[in-house]
Structure formats: structure tokens, C-alpha cells
């Protein structure tokens, strides 16, 4: 997947603007594809050059004037196209994971501490990802929403991003309890 593809179905529901997109990406888009707000201005450049979206100046009273951008039919092609492509099989990438692998030659203080940093912020995602699936249901129960919504896409991926976050803080409780446990002389059961 390249980051065209994320930005195009970033701005499906409405027109947004560079900021507002940076936005959207920290809170909904990032739990499956991270990009710094450069990135996408950049992307946002390159997709408006090629047809795929297309950009209107918004003239603001005692603020800047701002571009709003929105998704063309050529846009709309592309996501078809990108839709109907076989999915490439995910790969993590984690840094604590190597950390985690080395923990039989290293201090494992530190990454004991880590592990339970990252279980923290994994707590914190978990409670964003619950109330966004909140706000966008409106009120309806998860089973009435995912029979009658309108666009459940953006829900799924947020359903997504907590079973990942649920699973990711279970692991880095579980192995800080075990490195703590080994770490103090004990054996893990």
C-alpha cells in the first residue's frame, strides 16, 4: 500500500484541509498506516498533480486562507483499483520486539520498564479506539450499526486498531511479568 491510498480514503467523508488531514491520520488513520504531517502535504501535492484529488482555496477572515482537498472520480477510481489488488500479509516491525529477543544477554531493566510504558500507551489507544467506535455508531448498538450504518469502513479499521492494541498490551503485560519474574530469581508458570 503506498500513502496515496491512505490519504484517498482519509478524505471519502468530506473535504478536509492539510491540517485537518494530519489530524484524521493521528486519530483514525494511524492505527494501520503512520505518516508525519510533511508526508502528507507532500502526498496531497502529488495526488491534486495527478487527478486524484482536487484542491479549492477557502479564504479565512483574520486567519491564513486554507486548501480544502476532496476525492475526484479519478481518486475514486484509483481506491477501486487498490480495492480489487491482492493485500500483501503485514509485517510488525518493533523495536521493543528486538529488545524482548536480546533479553537473555541484556540488562532486562530497562526493557522491563519499556514494556510497561508501551502496556500504558496501549491502555490509552484502547480508550481513544472505544470511543471513537462509540461516537461513530451514534448511539446505535455495534450489531444494528454493522447491518444498517452508512460507512462502516472507518469503523472496522478502528475495530482493527483495538483488537491489535488489546493484544499488544496483554503481550507486553505478560512478558514484563515474566522478565520480572526471572529477573528476581522466580519461574514463570
Same mark, same amino acid.
Given at each position: 500500500m503506498a500513502l496515496r491510498h491512505a490519504v484517498l480514503a482519509a478524505l471519502l467523508d468530506e473535504e478536509l484541509s492539510g491540517y485537518q488531514l494530519a489530524k484524521s491520520f493521528d486519530l483514525g488513520v494511524a492505527n494501520f498506516w503512520h505518516a508525519l504531517p510533511q508526508q502528507l502535504y507532500a502526498e496531497l501535492a502529488k495526488l491534486e498533480a495527478d487527478g486524484l484529488v482536487a484542491g479549492r482555496e477557502v479564504v479565512q477572515e483574520s486567519r491564513p486562507n486554507k486548501r480544502l482537498f476532496k476525492v475526484t472520480d479519478e481518486g475514486l477510481a484509483e481506491l477501486e483499483r487498490f480495492a480489487a489488488a491482492s493485500a500483501k500479509p503485514s509485517m510488525?516491525?518493533?523495536d521493543l520486539a528486538v529488545k524482548v529477543q536480546s533479553s537473555d544477554l541484556v540488562d532486562t531493566a530497562p526493557v522491563i520498564a519499556q514494556l510497561r510504558e508501551r502496556a500504558t500507551f496501549a491502555r490509552a489507544k484502547i480508550e481513544l479506539f472505544e470511543s $471513537?467506535?462509540?461516537k461513530f455508531r451514534k448511539g446505535l448498538g455495534e450489531e444494528e450499526f454493522l447491518r444498517g450504518g452508512e460507512r462502516i469502513g472507518p469503523y472496522l479499521t478502528c475495530l482493527g486498531g483495538l483488537v491489535f492494541e488489546q493484544g499488544y498490551l496483554e503481550w507486553c503485560e505478560r512478558i514484563?511479568?515474566? $522478565?520480572?519474574?526471572r529477573k528476581s530469581g522466580g519461574?514463570?508458570?
Open positions: 510488525l516491525r518493533d $471513537l467506535l462509540l514484563a511479568g515474566i $522478565l520480572e519474574a519461574r514463570h508458570e
